[in-house]
């Protein structure tokens, strides 16, 4: 069995427009041969929306379950969401890296030192650029780490909580 990379998505899910793009992200993780965790794809078994308790817990086993746990950090400032998530990683010695794609920065960088500081930062916000070219080079980030050893993958198997492509309870 291929060794498969666990990516956890660390991203804020609380639009239609954040909802698909998190979604492409995954597809285009999956299509790359890696095993993506979306929070947003957490669901009870009749495909409702669990307890916030339930919803925690899975997604702190997504990340514990996780080679790399990838961070989208646009906005003003990050999701706290995303910044807890990415925060968690960290402190449990998962590798992160960040995409930002919007233009604005924080005082010192592209974003808050703390992520700057503790990721592995990508950005791709280039003016007119599309968000399929920053998936690209969000992917070719990935494969990057992947070639210089940084990232070590575990054989295939799905994630221990709900939200990965093969855990559909």
Same mark, same amino acid.
């Given at each position: ?10 991203? #804020? !899910?609380?639009?239609?427009?954040? @909802?698909?793009?998190?979604? /492409?992200?995954?597809? @285009? ?16 078994? $009749?495909?409702? @929306? ?14 514990? /379950?996780?080679? !790399? ?7 003003a400032d990050? /999701? ?17 890296? =960040? ?12 974003v808050n ?12 916000? $280039?003016?007119? #650029? ?5 998936? /690209? ?7 990057? =780490? ?6 070590? #993958? @575990? ?15």
């Open positions: 069995m291929t060794p498969k990379l666990r990516i956890y998505l660390a991203a #804020s !899910l609380f639009s239609p427009f954040e @909802r698909q793009r998190n979604a /492409d992200i995954a597809q @285009r993780l999956l299509g790359q041969g890696f095993m993506p965790f979306l929070p947003q794809d957490i669901s009870t078994h $009749t495909g409702e @929306r669990p307890a916030a308790d339930v919803i925690f817990s899975q997604c702190v086993a997504g990340i514990d /379950d996780a080679d !790399l746990v990838i961070g989208l950090v646009d906005g990050v /999701d706290s969401g995303t910044a807890w998530e990415l925060g968690y990683a960290y402190a449990h010695r998962k590798p992160t890296l =960040l995409l930002r794609t919007d233009y604005r920065s924080a005082e010192h960088g592209p030192i703390m992520l700057e500081f503790s990721s592995h930062l990508v950005v791709a916000n $280039t003016p007119r #650029s599309s968000a399929v070219a920053a998936i /690209d080079t969000l992917l070719e980030a990935v494969t990057q =780490l992947v070639a210089d050893g940084a990232l070590r #993958s @575990r054989p295939a198997q799905p994630f221990s909580s709900a939200g990965g492509p093969d855990d559909k309870p």
